[in-house]
């Protein structure tokens, strides 16, 4: 299923409500800066590539209603535009890093008309989802070659193709073990409190004819003590040079559960997820959200004491040290992190340089 596309008139951004998944299908038509900050904010768009898409497409159809401005109004609007979609989620880096790709379009062509800037714009948004997919492919082909027949896998969260444009990350080897003719049982972590295991992995895997089980996220060391696990398969949100990585909240708790059983955790995301300005997980900021997300979200009542105090992280960080390798579009690192993810990032600017 296409979960982010433009209108045929390309003023608007079309989505997948992720919000209304599995139960419903219910595709949404946004063309104003509030409804992109809502989307993103509220999930409806989720996944770190799949956000960074919908920015890029979603500053492109603002960019369309400034175009009759001259050079200095429309960089002004369009960075204004830019910052308050930034602040909708400050942990998953590919949301501002698609939004500086866009900026950089325009101050590049600051000798065009606005109206060329706009094109250059759209070009470069639906480049950015062209880009997406061959990455993910790649991505899954690399993390393809550490499974076996009959593996069982364990993830957290939703990393599939819900969370970018086709196979996803974390989901992906499993997607194209699955075209290849292998067979997995994964055991999919329901991941409280917004349920993105249950609503959204699961479906898509039950959908793509995969074995399936949903467990609760505390049962995740009841199924790697029966040696049901040979592999736990996350996504990641943002990568520290030291090969820290922020994803869902209970990943990290997946990876301690994981090296106490000798079990392989792994992280897959594209090289876009890396933030060679981040030195360590300290430096991540991690998303504060609403406490009712725990107390009242998906309950037909409340399930705790109105006046109880809740922490809602969106965000853990897993610490390099549990991590057996991080997956992306450019190969597989593994440690010493600080080494191999400058070499994976030196290896993709040569690759773009002969580009």
């Given at each position: 299923?296409?979960?982010i596309?433009?209108?045929?008139?390309?003023?608007?951004?079309?989505?997948l409500?992720?919000?209304?998944?599995?139960?419903?299908t219910?595709?949404?038509?946004?063309?104003?800066?509030?409804?992109?900050?809502?989307?993103i904010?509220?999930?409806?768009?989720?996944?770190?590539p799949?956000?960074?898409?919908?920015?890029?497409?979603?500053?492109?159809?603002?960019s369309?209603?400034?175009?009759?401005?001259e050079?200095d109004?429309?960089?002004?609007?369009?960075?204004?535009?830019?910052?308050?979609?930034?602040?909708?989620?400050?942990?998953?880096?590919?949301?501002?890093?698609?939004?500086?790709?866009?900026?950089?379009?325009?101050?590049?062509?600051?000798?065009?008309?606005?109206?060329q800037?706009?094109?250059?714009?759209?070009?470069?948004?639906?480049?950015i989802?062209?880009?997406?997919?061959?990455?993910?492919?790649?991505?899954?082909?690399?993390?393809?070659?550490?499974?076996?027949?009959?593996?069982?896998?364990?993830t957290?969260c939703?990393?599939?193709?819900l969370?970018?444009?086709?196979?996803?990350?974390?989901?992906?080897?499993?997607?194209?073990?699955?075209?290849?003719?292998m067979?997995?049982?994964?055991?999919v972590?329901?991941?409280?409190?917004?349920?993105?295991?249950?609503?959204?992995?699961?479906?898509?895997?039950?959908?793509?004819?995969?074995?399936?089980?949903?467990?609760?996220?505390?049962?995740?060391?009841?199924?790697m003590?029966?040696?049901?696990?040979?592999?736990?398969?996350?996504g990641?949100?943002?990568?520290?040079?030291?090969?820290d990585?922020?994803?869902?909240i209970?990943?990290?708790?997946?990876?301690?559960?994981?090296?106490?059983?000798?079990?392989?955790?792994?992280?897959?995301?594209?090289?876009?997820?890396?933030?060679?300005?981040?030195?360590?997980?300290?430096?991540?900021?991690?998303?504060?959200?609403?406490e009712?997300?725990i107390?009242?979200?998906?309950?037909?009542?409340?399930?705790?004491?109105?006046?109880?105090?809740?922490?809602?992280p969106?965000?853990?960080?897993?610490?390099h040290?549990?991590?057996t390798?991080?997956?992306?579009?450019?190969?597989?690192?593994?440690?010493?992190?600080?080494?191999?993810?400058?070499?994976?990032?030196?290896?993709?600017r040569k690759?773009?340089?002969?580009?």
């Amino acid at each position: 299923m296409e979960n982010i596309k433009l209108s045929s008139d390309k003023k608007k951004v079309i989505i997948l409500d992720q919000t209304q998944l599995p139960n419903q299908t219910e595709y949404l038509e946004i063309d104003t800066l509030e409804d992109m900050y809502d989307a993103i904010f509220h999930l409806k768009v989720r996944g770190a590539p799949a956000i960074g898409i919908f920015a890029a497409y979603g500053i492109y159809c603002l960019s369309q209603k400034i175009v009759d401005q001259e050079y200095d109004a429309f960089y002004e609007a369009f960075t204004g535009y830019m910052k308050y979609l930034e602040s909708s989620r400050p942990t998953a880096v590919n949301l501002s890093w698609a939004l500086e790709r866009m900026r950089r379009v325009v101050t590049e062509n600051s000798q065009c008309s606005t109206v060329q800037i706009v094109e250059l714009l759209g070009e470069e948004s639906r480049k950015i989802q062209a880009e997406d997919i061959k990455m993910c492919r790649t991505i899954a082909g690399y993390g393809l070659t550490l499974l076996e027949e009959g593996d069982g896998i364990l993830t957290h969260c939703n990393a599939g193709p819900l969370a970018t444009s086709q196979y996803g990350t974390a989901l992906g080897p499993i997607l194209l073990g699955k075209e290849k003719g292998m067979h997995f049982r994964v055991f999919v972590d329901e991941t409280r409190p917004l349920l993105q295991g249950a609503r959204l992995t699961a479906y898509e895997l039950q959908q793509a004819g995969v074995d399936t089980t949903l467990i609760c996220d505390n049962m995740a060391s009841s199924v790697m003590q029966k040696k049901w696990v040979q592999a736990c398969f996350v996504g990641c949100d943002r990568i520290a040079m030291n090969g820290d990585t922020a994803n869902k909240i209970g990943t990290s708790g997946v990876a301690i559960l994981a090296k106490y059983y000798g079990i392989p955790f792994y992280v897959l995301g594209p090289t876009s997820t890396i933030d060679i300005e981040c030195r360590c997980g300290d430096d991540i900021e991690i998303e504060l959200r609403d406490e009712e997300e725990i107390k009242r979200k998906y309950y037909e009542k409340p399930m705790a004491p109105e006046n109880v105090k809740c922490y809602n992280p969106a965000f853990d960080v897993t610490d390099h040290t549990l991590i057996t390798g991080i997956i992306t579009e450019y190969g597989i690192c593994r440690a010493p992190y600080e080494e191999s993810l400058r070499k994976i990032m030196e290896k993709k600017r040569k690759r773009q340089n002969t580009t």
